[in-house]
């Protein structure tokens, strides 16, 4: 049997979405829990989740699931129903977006992996069931009042650099197995101190702190349902939310705003912005902050060099990247990982020759 996936071209797909005109939920979930058979569930899933015209993107697991999805409102009753039929999520929380646009995800997929979360961690002795305590928002923020309480973002720098809570450590971090080692170096000899973690959903600071609980910490907490149910719960009990500025996700929309606080700066102007774009040279797609006026300037692009590119006619940017080996010596992508370049200092050179010639 051929494996259930969609094989229609993303361009029609994105624009179908934009012509849809029913109401989505954009929702989050996941459960650590043993699944003795990913790939049958998979198909179950995929298969289910098509009939139900859901999106998202889904990763289980023998550890578990992690999903993020956009469900139409009027099988959202169906949804709920069938999730709970599987012993293995009943009673799992959905966690809803605060921006319900519906315009997330234009897709669906489905994916097994050897862990729904990579941690890099080979310790056969490791529990990640022995989790630290769930903080709700109202108790999160209670915490936090403690000077002495140490707050950690458990997410990569480019999530922490548009929104973050107060006075956390950051970790300049691409991945969350880099992140690991760098928390536990920046803690040490800090194991009695009372430690507060959150993440964007819950599931990178669930396991986290069971792995801090395991290297001898011994007041861990992590908040429940992560950024994501702390947006919902300030909303709904009026709370004073202690998080500042955007909620990166990993979806269309990128971001979620949760207050009004600019913490970023355009990478290419330096101008107040929080606005993450992917340059629109298909064969670099950076991920960077630009604002209005240098999105107009630049057509999109992260420098002049992707901007020539993505200015050619479609044939020949095929023609360009055909052969090519993605990260490979001859590879057309520009720029691939946090170790971007001063974008700042290319435009300012390029105008600099432009002046000269």
């Not at 989505?24 to 298969?47: A, H």
């Not at 011994?218 to 992560?226: M, P, R, T």
């Not at 330096?270 to 950076?286: E, I, R, S």
């Not at 630049?298 to 080996?325: D, N, V, Y």
Request: net charge negative; glycine share 6%.
């Amino acid at each position: 049997m051929s494996k259930l996936v969609n094989r229609t071209d993303k361009r029609v797909l994105k624009q179908r979405l934009q012509e849809e005109q029913i109401l989505r939920k954009t929702i989050s979930f996941y459960r650590y829990v043993y699944i003795p058979e990913p790939e049958k569930l998979r198909d179950e899933l995929f298969e289910k989740w098509t009939e139900l015209n859901c999106f998202g993107r889904i990763y289980l697991a023998h550890e578990g699931i992690n999903a993020q999805m956009s469900v139409p409102a009027d099988q959202w009753e169906a949804f709920e129903l069938f999730v709970a039929g599987f012993s293995y999520f009943k009673d799992v929380l959905f966690k809803h977006a605060v921006d319900q646009n519906g315009k997330s995800f234009y897709k669906l997929i489905v994916k097994v992996r050897e862990k729904i979360v990579a941690d890099g961690i080979e310790d056969p002795d490791f529990d990640p069931a022995n989790t630290g305590t769930y903080l709700k928002a109202q108790d999160f923020n209670a915490a936090m009042e403690d000077p002495e309480t140490i707050v950690i973002d458990m997410r990569n720098h480019y999530e922490s650099e548009v929104g973050r809570f107060d006075r956390a450590f950051c970790p300049d971090a691409d991945t969350f197995r880099e992140e690991l080692p760098q928390v536990i170096e920046h803690l040490r000899g800090q194991e009695d101190k009372k430690i507060l973690m959150y993440c964007t959903g819950g599931i990178r600071c669930e396991k986290a702190s069971a792995y801090f609980k395991y290297k001898g910490f011994k007041d861990v907490n992590h908040l429940h349902g992560g950024i994501i149910q702390y947006a919902q719960e300030v909303k709904e009990q009026q709370l004073e939310s202690k998080f500042r500025g955007v909620n990166f996700v990993f979806d269309e929309r990128i971001g979620e705003r949760i207050t009004e606080d600019i913490l970023a700066a355009c990478h290419q102007c330096g101008q107040p912005c929080d606005q993450h774009v992917n340059c629109k040279n298909d064969d670099c797609h950076l991920l960077f902050i630009q604002c209005p006026a240098c999105a107009e300037k630049m057509k999109g692009c992260c420098t002049p060099e992707c901007m020539g590119i993505s200015e050619l006619p479609i044939e020949e940017q095929r023609a360009l990247r055909k052969g090519r080996m993605k990260n490979g010596p001859e590879c057309l992508s520009i720029y691939k990982s946090r170790l971007r370049p001063d974008l700042r200092e290319i435009l300012k050179n390029t105008l600099s020759l432009e002046k000269k010639t």
